[in-house]
């Protein structure tokens, strides 16, 4: 079955098909984190649609080659680097380093390249293209010496966003906030510096200043993965007006067309509303994991709806979301023991390459996850049932076992089994028996020296579990 994708730019499911028919390479460009504070459950909803639009791909037998930029120099990066008294640099840096923890505590798989905008190497390719727009009549510096795109010469400005300009277009120049644009739809390439930029800056042929952020992207795509990409995806802010400018920059120095495919993720709620920190119910990984959820259980839950649907995410939400990876790690508890066991009824055994594709398939249908697990809780439930009535042998254990590990590459959900170490171990034994004993002081004690080793024991129905503290 052929994989569908939605694509933002013609507004239709379409079959995919890479740039290149021969190859299995795809090249995929997805935009990255602004590194002013740490990214919001929002951000990440996006960054694992994207994961799992990368994973799938690679279960269908592509190899993906995503580039994932960090945008480290804007409006808000230098206040909040003017704010704290230190150089962007180091002010980013911490942003970066919480980015990188929070997308190896969600599984997200790590892109093969992260560009930063600050590389020399960039800003000098943006520079350069700025340059060819100036010379192809598609850019101008204004009389605020800023450079702007000049979106009346490139036809297809709006075409992304199914914008219709006429409503903007004006005759003769307008004065738009302080600047002195052309249209009032044109928007920065090259900013030029003031004051509030402090320290903050890079020579051009336009005098001192600083990259637009649309420009950063068009510049990266281009450098690390051509002229053409296969897809390109973001959230659905990123439409208007960043992804519309990629197009007409990029494509406005290359002439060709710049990306096949556009993909976009709908927003995160937070109960029912729009996330924002003055109400309150504006949450960062940490601030869920503080709530005692793993990264597991906020992957499974920004996971588990299509990427098209708006996300409402509510506590509730969360422990349903705990609750089925529970349903999850029993089922494979229960088809591990039962893949060693004796048969014990006559039934033929299911073999790995038998079992249905239908996950696969319902993921090649624009990425329809409800439905892939529908299908996933469907086998659950079934097996649990075979294996109630002591109808599931070994053999078809194993195959099903062998199914999950082939979807699970693509979900990533499996329980972390980790090697505890020797000394932790000790402790959490002695505490087992100490609550056998119930000699809860004891207990409390224990616990207390796992904390200070970093490590967490939580007390479950059948014992207590040990995980490793988040943070340490
Ligand atoms: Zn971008």
Not at 266 to 292: C, R, W
Request: proline share 3%; with cysteine.
């Amino acid at each position: 079955m052929a994989i569908r994708i939605f694509n933002t730019y013609s507004r239709k499911l379409e079959e995919f098909s890479p740039r290149d028919p021969a190859g299995p390479e795809i090249d995929m460009y997805t935009c990255g984190p602004t590194v002013y504070s740490r990214a919001h459950i929002g951000n990440f909803r996006a960054y694992i649609f994207e994961d799992l639009l990368q994973r799938h791909l690679e279960a269908r037998g592509f190899k993906v080659h995503r580039v994932m930029n960090i945008t480290d120099v804007d409006d808000k990066t230098i206040r909040g680097a003017r704010e704290a008294g230190v150089p962007l640099a180091k002010f980013t840096e911490q942003f970066k380093r919480a980015f990188f923890e929070d997308i190896r505590t969600l599984r997200i798989k790590r892109a093969d390249e992260f560009p930063s905008a600050t590389d020399q190497r960039y800003i000098d390719r943006m520079i350069s293209m700025i340059e060819t727009l100036i010379s192809r009549g598609l850019a101008y510096q204004a009389e605020d010496r800023s450079v702007y795109f000049r979106i009346n010469k490139f036809p297809d400005y709006g075409k992304l966003a199914h914008f219709d300009l006429t409503q903007l277009r004006s005759t003769g120049r307008v004065k738009h906030d302080e600047y002195d644009k052309e249209h009032i739809g044109d928007f920065a390439l090259w900013k030029a510096w003031d004051e509030e930029d402090g320290d903050i800056g890079w020579e051009s042929p336009w005098g001192r200043g600083r990259p637009g952020w649309h420009i950063e992207c068009s510049a990266i795509a281009t450098a690390l993965l051509g002229d053409q990409i296969d897809i390109h995806c973001g959230g659905v802010d990123n439409i208007f007006p960043h992804h519309e400018a990629e197009i007409a920059q990029s494509e406005g120095v290359t002439g060709k067309k710049f990306v096949r495919y556009w993909l976009h993720c709908a927003h995160l709620l937070v109960d029912g509303q729009k996330m924002s920190k003055s109400l309150g119910n504006f949450y960062t990984i940490p601030d869920v994991l503080a709530k005692e959820y793993t990264g597991r259980d906020i992957r499974y839950a920004l996971m588990r709806v299509h990427y098209r649907t708006q996300l409402n995410f509510t506590w509730d939400g969360m422990t349903e979301a705990r609750e089925s990876l529970g349903r999850i790690d029993d089922w494979l508890q229960r088809l591990r023991e039962c893949s060693v066991s004796v048969p014990l009824a006559k039934t033929d055994g299911q073999q790995a390459g038998s079992l249905p594709y239908t996950f696969e398939d319902a993921l090649d249908d624009d990425l329809n996850i409800s439905e892939a697990l529908g299908f996933l809780f469907e086998t659950i439930r079934d097996t649990n049932r075979a294996m109630d009535r002591n109808e599931l042998d070994a053999s078809s254990a194993n195959a099903w076992l062998n199914w999950w590990k082939r979807i699970n590459a693509v979900l990533d959900l499996e329980m972390e089994t980790i090697e505890l170490p020797a000394e932790v171990a000790k402790l959490a034994d002695e505490r087992a028996q100490a609550r056998l004993a119930k000699d809860f002081r004891k207990s409390d004690e224990l616990r207390e020296q796992l904390n200070a080793l970093g490590w967490e024991a939580r007390d479950t129905k059948d014992g207590q579990k040990i995980t490793r503290r988040a943070g340490a």
